[in-house]
């Protein structure tokens, strides 16, 4: 059953930041980071897990317990709705390709925005 530790890191992953990113935008120490990722698992407190969630564009609730506020959580996704239907059709052969396209525009875009802040 996943846990804070192994969520954060779903999200990192989806995000495309590094560790190290997370933790400047967050305003949060690299090693308190570490602590949540690590084999300890350490649990953040609020401040910090409010700093994670804000970047990461996910709830608190979310990171701690697995649930989401729906409203929230999908509102973002709605507007994608026809895609998402469109991209669940297709075999998993399919979407690799698509799925590096996106990643790869994604990173270029999040590249451009890092250099205009």
């Known amino acids: ?4 530790s192994q969520r954060l890191r779903e999200e ?14 967050a305003g949060i120490q690299k090693r308190a980071l570490d602590m949540y990722l690590g084999p300890q ?11 994670i969630a804000s970047v990461l564009d996910v709830s608190v ?7 989401t506020d729906s409203h929230k959580d ?3 996704y709605f507007k994608l709705r026809d895609i998402l239907d ?13 799925r590096a396209m ?3 525009a994604a990173r270029q875009e999040r590249e451009k925005t890092t250099r205009l802040s």
Do not use: H, N
Not at 1 to 4: L, S
Not at 41 to 51: L, R, T
Not at 86 to 98: G, S
């Open 86 to 98: 469109d991209l669940l059709i297709l075999p998993a052969q399919a979407l690799v390709p698509i």
């Open 102 to 104: 996106i990643k790869a």
């Open 1 to 4: 059953m996943p846990d804070f």
């Open 74 to 76: 999908m509102a973002k």
């Open 61 to 67: 609730e979310y990171l701690v317990t697995g649930r």
């Open 12 to 25: 990192l992953e989806y995000t495309g930041l590094s560790q190290k990113e997370l933790a400047a935008k």
């Open 41 to 51: 698992k350490s649990m953040p407190p609020a401040d910090a897990a409010v700093k």
